[in-house]
């Protein structure tokens, strides 16, 4: 069995990956919508806020213990952001940023170059992999899904708190692909690093309670 904190990206980014956020996510874009950057904006939110919100509404759909689901889903999102930032320290994949700019020239052979690009939204990471928002949702759906039994729930959110768009979901999926999506929008990580970050996240949880069960 691989390693929990195994890392599957490849070194070298997709061109198409690298294009897709130097057109959807950069601070001015014609190619992303109204709806595409409220959906940024809104997934920049803490990931312990978001999830915690979900693990309410999921114990009263299930007609559990508040406490103790909205317990096991933070305890899941701050074990996924851990992992995540570790595991960030030893690759240092480099950011979209970086490498739409060229400070990684080369990483990105037959992409144009602009030196001008910004994301929609900022960050100071060291590494662009993993995603820790991406890793944290994993956990967090992994840890509802096994608390509720099912995928389906329905939650509307709203962030900036008073001033943000309302988000609804129909189903944890929903939510999971809507974060990889707002990250790519955001200008802040690779469509496969999404992805992959999803997935790691999933893993760690569900290897969790197999080693409990």
Same mark, same amino acid.
């Given at each position: 069995?691989?390693?929990i904190d195994?890392?599957?990206?490849?070194?070298?980014?997709?061109?198409?990956?690298?294009?897709?956020?130097?057109?959807?996510?950069?601070?001015?874009?014609?190619?992303?919508?109204?709806?595409?950057?409220?959906?940024a904006i809104?997934?920049?939110?803490?990931?312990?806020?978001?999830?915690?919100?979900?693990?309410?509404? !999921? =114990?009263? $759909? #299930?007609?559990?213990?508040? /406490?103790? %689901?909205?317990?096991?889903?933070?305890?899941? &999102? +701050?074990?996924?952001?851990?992992?995540?930032?570790?595991?960030?320290?030893?690759?240092?994949?480099?950011?979209?940023?970086?490498?739409?700019?060229?400070?990684?020239?080369?990483?990105?052979?037959?992409?144009?170059?602009?030196?001008?690009?910004?994301?929609?939204?900022?960050?100071?990471?060291?590494?662009?992999?993993?995603?820790?928002?991406?890793? !944290? =949702?994993? $956990? #967090?759906?992994?840890?509802? /899904?096994? %608390?509720?039994?099912?995928?389906?729930?329905? &939650? +509307?959110?709203?962030?900036?708190?008073?001033?943000?768009?309302?988000?609804?979901?129909?189903?944890?999926?929903?939510?999971?692909?809507?974060?990889?999506?707002?990250?790519?929008?955001?200008?802040?990580?690779?469509?496969?690093?999404?992805?992959?970050?999803?997935?790691?996240?999933?893993?760690?949880?569900?290897?969790?309670?197999?080693?409990?069960?």
């Amino acid at each position: 069995m691989a390693r929990i904190d195994h890392w599957q990206l490849p070194e070298t980014p997709a061109v198409a990956d690298v294009a897709e956020v130097r057109r959807v996510g950069a601070r001015v874009s014609r190619a992303r919508t109204a709806d595409q950057t409220a959906a940024a904006i809104f997934w920049s939110a803490p990931s312990l806020t978001l999830w915690a919100c979900a693990a309410m509404e !999921a =114990a009263r $759909a #299930a007609r559990l213990d508040e /406490r103790h %689901v909205k317990a096991r889903v933070a305890i899941a &999102v +701050e074990r996924a952001r851990r992992l995540a930032v570790r595991i960030g320290e030893r690759i240092r994949y480099p950011t979209p940023e970086a490498l739409i700019r060229g400070h990684a020239p080369s990483r990105v052979a037959a992409m144009h170059v602009d030196p001008s690009w910004e994301p929609l939204l900022a960050a100071s990471r060291a590494s662009e992999a993993p995603c820790p928002e991406c890793v !944290a =949702a994993g $956990a #967090a759906v992994a840890a509802l /899904r096994r %608390v509720m039994g099912e995928d389906r729930l329905g &939650v +509307e959110m709203v962030f900036p708190q008073g001033r943000g768009v309302m988000r609804r979901f129909r189903s944890l999926t929903q939510m999971l692909q809507e974060c990889e999506d707002a990250q790519v929008w955001a200008g802040l990580h690779l469509r496969a690093t999404a992805v992959e970050s999803t997935e790691l996240g999933l893993r760690l949880e569900n290897q969790r309670d197999s080693a409990t069960a």
